[in-house]
């Protein structure tokens, strides 16, 4: 593929509003943009999903920038490969790490499209041209602002309305929502391993609101309760921490802890991995759909390229530029193609160009690497 040259860029991109989830609240965006060069100038971008703080998953910005420069950088620069799926396998004697992997092989894909002239929803094997998707709500302080914030995202016509749900804001707020709305409206609580079996009353009570899924209710590492859980719910569960592989699905399906998988780019190790998780899912008849991560509009054009796959046959959490972006790096910014709806891209790669005037107002860091100089990094 030549390439020959990897840029990191750490941008800190401030929301609109700020977002509370069970496992804390954010008010900004603090990201590793990857920039991967051919010897050609083409360009391929992707982006770290990780958050500046290990409470989602065990990497942070910082980590995935030191990764990145230390050890994934300096594997791909002394490689010689033709097709980004190798990047799964150079990668693979490196442990855990997924999001900083991740950024870098979403990048190398987006060049290698780029190279092909083909988009990056082809090159994945995507099908679809336009993709229904969904919106997610932090946990508002009170059930009304909630409310509003519903009806605001009903209005645009998402199709898939999920709401975090955390122990003492679980039961009323979705009785609420059911209440004001009525039962058609697709609804869904996540609640990003907030509860254990000893509050299995309260996760059954969910059953009587015809949820559409209750994603990750138990710990970020379980896979044996939420089967057991399963086992005691109608709603199906749909496990997001804690699938990082192909691996990870299997097994949770073979015992049962889930009956969907919210396939997260970053999450998995990457595009490749993602591919593999979706197509294992789709032979067992588990529909999966894509979560996100906040991203800027590099990081929903993956997700979108991703959701082009068939068996992503609910609608996910890639909502437009405008959920959380004053201003997004990306042009045109991702909007809504109909309500509800957006269109897959049909330029090269991921079909959305970088604005760099944009990128440099939230730059606070940036280094080159290149093919010399990677091989005596050591
Ligand atoms: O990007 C989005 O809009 C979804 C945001 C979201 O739900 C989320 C945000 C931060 C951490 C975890 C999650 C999650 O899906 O669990
Ligand atoms: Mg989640």
Known sequence: M??????????????KASFE???????????????????????GYGESTSFPFPMYNEETTDTVWYMLERFLIPTLLSAEITSPEEVNDLFAPIRRNNMAKAALEGAVWDLYCKQKGISLAVGLGGKKTTIDVGVSIGIEPTIDLLLAKVEGFINEGYKKIKVKIKPGFDIEPIRAIRKQFGPDVPLMADANSAYTMDQLNILKELDQFNLIMIEQPLSHDDIIDHAKLQKELQTPICLDESIHSVEDARKAIELGSCRIINIKVGRVGGLTES??????????????WCGGMFETGVGRAHNIAITSLTNFTIPGDTSASNRYWVEDIVEPEVALFAPGVLAVPTGAGIGYDLKPESVKKFLVRQESYNRQIAGVRE
């Open 21 to 43: 989830a069970s496992i804390g609240r954010m008010d900004k965006r603090d990201l590793v943009l990857v920039t991967v060069y051919d010897t050609d100038g083409n360009a």
């Open 2 to 15: 030549n390439i020959e040259r990897v840029e990191l860029q750490r941008l800190i991109m401030p929301f």
């Open 275 to 288: 591919k593999k998780i979706h197509d294992l899912c789709q032979a067992h008849d588990i529909p999966v």
